[in-house]
């Protein structure tokens, strides 16, 4: 099975919302790549309704309803709980998000068959606007993994989902303000992105979920980088080995040249150290984060295009492995206004030069 991305993973389960195509889709995954968030990122895009529904907290019974007879007890009934999604409180369209579908026991795996197949369950009917998309682990996530009868998988469009560090950077840590530190070190250490590893015996491994709530902790400015409920915070996170590499990567801030004078356009030595660049070209970025906010080019002001200008004439004195990642990062920020500005306002033949032989970035 070909590997997606959460970019592509979330335009497959659109298509099908834009085309009311009404089979279910199943999304697996490694924990923590951020395949719950993008459901809920459609559904507030496209003011749906939202049911999360996570088959561990549930049994059979919960699913289908207590049976109980009719008025003249010749069949049974079923008094259905209130779980499901309901038109008039959730709303005519919507997406029921059955979540940890592969960890589920077999007889709630079973339960679940008959809404997913028959869009109904014991005396519930799913509303017409609405969509499914369940979500699990692969076997091999080390997670509660539980086979599902092949009936029930064959009811399924299934997509294996990778993480992409460009992609999250891209749709979710510039969109939500991901602390510039968490974004440098990553750049500088991509592995670092999600090191699960199937066979240890840690409950603590870094991924794109405990990289959000480090830069949380951080973004708080509580803490400075040597206190220690800081590092045991990170620790608690990410695991020992990553936070202290992490934390050493931090405190690398003290050695960087300004980032105020690179973007007033002053001359200034270029560190030879990769560490340092790569914090340097996050500390540049996150100083231009404005831009996501602005949504026509008539709004920058004079003062943000000539800071732009400085960022990227320091950018294209990198080599070209870090000027290709520092310009993808600020396209990140806001691709539009951002490739708006490169064509229209920024009077420089090298970076125009540049951008032609490297159109790619813009992609």
């Given at each position: 099975m070909s590997t997606i991305n959460i970019e592509q993973f979330e335009k497959i389960v659109e298509f099908n919302i834009d085309n009311n195509i009404k089979r279910a889709i199943l999304g697996l995954g490694s924990s923590g790549i951020g395949k719950s968030a993008v459901?809920?990122?459609i559904t507030e895009r496209k003011n749906m309704g939202l049911i999360d529904l996570r088959l561990?907290?549930?049994?059979?019974?919960?699913?289908?309803?207590?049976p109980f007879p009719n008025e003249d007890k010749t069949r049974t009934k079923w008094l259905t709980n209130d779980i499901l999604p309901n038109v008039e409180r959730d709303g005519e369209r919507g997406i029921l998000l059955v979540e940890e579908l592969t960890s589920a026991p077999k007889r709630v795996q079973a339960a679940a068959y008959q809404l997913i197949q028959d869009r109904r369950l014991g005396e519930y009917i799913l509303p017409e606007g609405w969509f499914?998309?369940?979500l699990?682990?692969?076997e091999d996530d080390n997670g509660v993994f539980v086979q599902m009868p092949s009936p029930l998988a064959n009811r399924f469009e299934i997509h294996e989902i990778g993480y992409d560090l460009d992609i999250w950077k891209k749709n979710f840590a510039y969109k939500t303000g991901v602390n510039p530190f968490v974004i440098s070190y990553l750049n500088f250490k991509p592995g670092a992105l999600h090191n699960f590893v199937p066979d240890s015996t840690s409950m603590i491994f870094a991924s794109p979920r405990t990289w959000h709530a480090v830069s949380d902790i951080l973004n708080t400015n509580v803490f400075d980088l040597d206190d220690d409920i800081l590092r045991y915070k990170i620790e608690g996170n990410v695991g020992e080995i990553e936070c202290n590499s992490f934390l050493q990567f931090c405190k690398l801030k003290d050695e960087l040249i300004s980032?105020?004078?690179?973007?007033a356009g002053?001359?200034?030595?270029?560190?030879?150290?990769h560490d340092k660049i790569y914090l340097l070209i996050g500390s540049i970025i996150s100083r231009l984060t404005s831009l996501r906010e602005i949504k026509d080019?008539?709004?920058v002001d004079e003062e943000l295009i000539c800071q732009l200008e400085n960022a990227i004439n320091f950018f294209l004195k990198l080599k070209p492995e870090f000027t290709v990642l520092a310009l993808k990062d600020l396209v990140s920020l806001n691709k539009r206004l951002v490739k708006g500005l490169f064509i229209e306002e920024l009077d420089n033949d090298d970076i125009i030069d540049f951008i032609t032989e490297n159109d790619y970035i813009f992609e």
């Open positions: 459901i809920k990122q561990l907290l549930y049994t059979e019974t919960d699913l289908k309803g207590i499914i998309v369940a699990g682990n692969r980032v105020d004078d690179i973007l002053v001359d200034v030595e270029i560190p030879t150290e080019i008539d709004d």
